[in-house]
C-alpha cells in the first residue's frame, strides 16, 4: 500500500517557470489537501479538494492552481514561478469515514525558485 | 475555526512525562480538538484527536478542559524518538485543518 505519493521530491525552478507537483492516493480518498511549508514555519493549507470534481481556495492559495478530475490524482501547478513559492509541500488526503478525518501525508516536494 | 495558541518550544527529560498544552478559547461545540508531529522535514504524523471526553491511545492522551477552552497532550515516558514539533488544531464543520506554529519538543537524554 503506497499511501499518498508525491513527485518530485526535489526541484529547482528559475523565476517565470511553471512546473505541476503531483499527487495521487491509493487509499480511496475523498478529501485531499495541499500545504506549504516555510522554513521554520507551520503549514498552510493552499487548496483542497473534497471529491472529484470539486476544489476550494485554503488559505494560501494565491499563484497556484489545482484540478481533482479523478479520485486519486491532485496536482497542484504554479504558474510564473517566484523567489515567494520557494518551500516544501505536502499532499495530504483523508476520509470521512474510512480515516475518522485522520490526515495522510506525502513525503514532500522541496521546491526551490531562484 | 477556532485558532489555537501553543508555546514555542519545550525540553523533557527522557522517560519523563511531557506535557504539552494548548489553548483554543474561541473553540465551539462541536469542533474537534486533533494533534499531529512532525519530525524532522517529513509530513505531520496524527496522534490523537477528542471532542470533550479524555482521550488515549498507543501513542498519547489527551485531556480537555471541562469548558474545552484548552487542552494538554501527554506522552507518557518520552523518548529521544519524541524529539519534534507538535501542532494542536480545532478542525470545526468544514473540512479545513489550519495548522499554527507549533510547540518544538525537545527530549533531553
Known amino acids: 500500500n503506497a499511501g499518498v505519493t508525491q513527485t518530485p521530491k526535489f526541484r529547482i525552478l528559475k523565476i517565470g517557470q511553471s512546473m505541476t507537483l503531483q499527487c495521487t492516493q491509493d487509499m480511496n480518498h475523498n478529501y485531499m489537501y495541499w500545504y506549504r511549508q516555510d522554513p521554520g514555519m507551520g503549514l498552510k493549507l493552499i487548496y483542497y479538494?473534497?471529491?472529484?470534481?470539486?476544489?476550494d481556495k485554503g488559505e494560501v492559495p494565491n499563484g497556484y492552481n489545482v484540478s481533482r478530475s479523478t479520485t486519486e490524482d491532485f496536482p497542484l501547478r504554479l504558474e510564473l514561478a517566484a523567489p515567494s513559492q520557494t518551500s516544501v509541500y505536502f499532499c495530504a488526503s483523508s476520509h470521512p469515514r474510512i480515516t475518522n478525518e485522520k490526515l495522510f501525508f506525502g513525503s514532500g516536494t522541496q521546491l526551490s525558485v531562484l | 475555526d477556532a485558532k489555537t495558541t501553543q508555546p514555542p518550544s519545550m525540553d523533557c527529560a527522557e522517560g519523563r512525562a511531557a506535557n504539552l498544552p494548548c489553548n483554543h478559547s474561541t473553540i465551539s461545540g462541536n469542533e474537534y480538538v486533533y494533534w499531529y508531529r512532525q519530525i524532522h522535514s517529513q509530513g505531520p504524523q496524527y496522534i490523537i484527536h477528542?471532542?470533550?471526553n479524555n482521550e488515549t491511545n498507543e501513542m498519547a492522551s489527551l485531556i480537555i478542559t471541562e469548558d474545552r477552552k484548552s487542552s494538554t497532550l501527554i506522552l507518557p515516558h518520552a523518548t529521544l524518538r519524541d524529539t519534534a514539533v507538535y501542532y494542536c488544531?480545532?478542525?470545526?464543520?468544514?473540512?479545513?485543518?489550519?495548522f499554527g506554529t507549533g510547540t518544538s519538543l525537545t527530549v533531553i537524554p
Open positions: 479538494s473534497v471529491g472529484a470534481g470539486i476544489t
Open positions: 488544531i480545532v478542525r470545526g464543520t468544514g473540512n479545513q485543518f489550519y
Open positions: 477528542g471532542l470533550k
